[in-house]
């Protein structure tokens, strides 16, 4: 393949992206900030790892018209949560303990 096809075809990146070598300038600006509640981003990491993991093993066991199936009751409900109203914004001072982790 010549430069100039290949100058042509390629999707034009701006200059003041950050190139894949570099991590994730939003990730580390937070972090420098005092933004990233390591505790609580933790929490999630490990809740998150280990749903995916049980959800892949509960997977194989059901049969996919069935996992189809619950997967849209799964939707229903989030969508159901999404549109009721909330009780309170939160608080962004919530400190993790152990209850709250469970949760």
Same mark, same amino acid.
């Given at each position: 393949m010549s430069s100039a096809y290949a100058r042509h075809t390629l999707p034009s990146v701006p200059a003041h992206w950050p190139s894949r070598r570099t =991590? %994730?300038?939003n990730l580390i600006s937070h972090s420098r $900030? !005092?933004?990233v509640k390591w505790p609580c981003a933790g929490v999630f990491a490990f809740s998150g790892i280990a749903g995916a $993991? $049980? !959800?892949a093993q509960f997977g194989r066991m059901v049969d996919g018209k069935q996992l189809l199936f619950l997967f849209g009751l799964v939707m229903l409900a989030v969508a159901t949560a999404m549109? %009721? =109203?909330r009780a309170s914004a939160g608080d962004p001072n919530v400190r993790i303990n152990p209850k709250i982790a469970w949760r």
């Open positions: =991590p %994730s300038p $900030a !005092g933004n $993991a $049980a !959800g549109f %009721s =109203p």
